[in-house]
C-alpha cells in the first residue's frame, strides 16, 4: 500500500532464514524475510508459535509483520507483533547497524537514537496524553514505547513506522505456547 515514490526493500527472496529456535528463552532468531507460516513449522516441534497471525500467515513475512504491526485475532492473547519484539538488527538512515533490545543501556552512544531521546524529552506530555491510547493501535508512530516509564524500548517502536525509520536486517521475537 505505498503512497507515493519511495524505495521498497524485498526480503522475501534472500533474508529468508530463521537463525536460531530457542525452546528455554521461548525466542526465534529470524531474518526478515523469514514468512511467518514457515516459522510456525519451525517451532511447533518445540510446542511454541509466534503469536500474532494474520489471514496472510502463509505469504507474510516476519519483517513486514513488524513493519505494519501485524496481529490478528489472537491479539488478545498474545498482543500485537510490537508486544512480541524481543530485539532487532537495524540500518538507520543514517547508515549505523545497531541492534535494539528491550534494555535502553545500550542506546545512548548511537547518534540516531539520542537525537529520538531528545524529541521524546521535549514532547513528554504530548506523548503520554496522545499516543497508546487504545489497544488495537497498529500503525504509525507509537511513541508511547520510548517513553522512560516504558524503558525507552526503540525495538518496541519501530513497529508499525512501515520501514520509514530503519531497515530491519534481523528481529529476535517471543515464542508463546502453542495452544
Known amino acids: 500500500n505505498a503512497v507515493g515514490s519511495g524505495l521498497i526493500l524485498d526480503t522475501s527472496r534472500h533474508l529468508t532464514t530463521i537463525l536460531d529456535i530457542d525452546p528455554e528463552a521461548r525466542t526465534a532468531r529470524v531474518e526478515p524475510g523469514v514468512v511467518q507460516s514457515t516459522l510456525q513449522i519451525a517451532a511447533a516441534p518445540h510446542g511454541l508459535r509466534f503469536g500474532p497471525d494474520p489471514s496472510t500467515s502463509n505469504r507474510c513475512t516476519i519483517g513486514g509483520m513488524i513493519g505494519n504491526n501485524a496481529c490478528g485475532p489472537r491479539a488478545l492473547r498474545y498482543g500485537k507483533t ?21 534494555t535502553a543501556s545500550n542506546h545512548d552512544h548511537h547518534v540516531s537514537l539520542a537525537a529520538l531521546r531528545s524529541v521524546v524529552q521535549a514532547n513528554l506530555g504530548t506523548i ?5 491510547r487504545f489497544g488495537r493501535q497498529v500503525s504509525g508512530y507509537s511513541l508511547e514505547h520510548v517513553l522512560p516509564e516504558h524503558g525507552f524500548n526503540v525495538a518496541r517502536f519501530l513497529a508499525g513506522t512501515e520501514g520509514t525509520l530503519a531497515v530491519i536486517i534481523g528481529a529476535t521475537v517471543r515464542l508463546v505456547a502453542d495452544a
Open 128 to 132: 503520554r496524553t496522545e499516543f497508546g
Open 82 to 102: 510490537a508486544d512480541n519484539v524481543v530485539a532487532l538488527d537495524v540500518i538507520t538512515g543514517s547508515g549505523e547497524q545497531i541492534t535494539l533490545s528491550n
